[in-house]
């Protein structure tokens, strides 16, 4: 699996976010409506998943994102938002084709924070989107909110569980039907929807009793 970190800094007064990066690797940037990766795979099919905070006069607002697309011949993807200026985000990036991962994210990565469990994975924070992509295969999405609907443990206790069963296709393109459990080489991506802390990890060794 690959995995890219773009550090970004966002700035109000500019348009782009800066990020940082060797030449030749995949990179995503954000502007104020739109989201670009440059250096995929051609004809790559890739799902975005994101978290944007925007401040609207006395209100906040905080808008969990997921788009499917397929990179251009020279693997370079343009993602176009219809939620008003971008200003504060966080977003990661997979292939899903071998589980490639390019993350944008104000915070560091937390590669640790997701926990194998009984009911699949746990995680410390108690608001998160989140991400299950199987490789070749599909992905499936969802808000994992501690003692919300699709929080598996189903109880508020400061943590929230992922059952993949509980998610939804990315994209009506892919297989529907979620996995029941993860498989090893699944790949899980969380985006904190308060901190934008990115939590990622690969599954190995459990089986999927579907």
Not at 93 to 103: C, Q, S
Not at 153 to 161: L, N, P
Not at 170 to 193: K, N, W, Y
Request: charged share 20%; proline share 4%.
């Amino acid at each position: 699996m690959r995995v890219r970190t773009c550090l970004a800094i966002l700035v109000l007064s500019v348009a782009a976010a800066t990020t940082v990066a060797e030449a030749g690797e995949p990179t995503l940037t954000v502007a104020e409506n739109r989201v670009e990766a440059v250096g995929l795979r051609p004809a790559a099919e890739v799902v975005l998943i994101g978290v944007i905070k925007q401040n609207l006069e006395w209100i906040g607002r905080t808008i969990p994102v997921v788009e499917y697309g397929t990179a251009d011949a020279s693997g370079r993807i343009t993602f176009d938002l219809h939620y008003g200026a971008v200003r504060t985000s966080a977003w990661a990036l997979v292939d899903l084709f071998d589980g490639g991962t390019v993350i944008l994210s104000p915070v560091a990565v937390a590669s640790r924070s997701l926990q194998e469990g009984e009911l699949g994975l746990s995680s410390t924070s108690e608001s998160l989107v989140v991400l299950v992509a199987r490789p070749g295969v599909g992905a499936w999405f969802g808000r994992v909110v501690d003692g919300g609907a699709l929080d598996a443990d189903g109880g508020s206790d400061g943590r929230t569980s992922i059952a993949p069963a509980l998610l939804r296709a990315a994209s009506l393109r892919m297989a529907q039907e979620p996995p029941s459990r993860l498989l090893a080489g699944d790949l899980t991506v969380a985006i904190d929807l308060h901190t934008l802390e990115v939590q990622m990890v690969r599954t190995a060794g459990l089986a999927d009793s579907r």
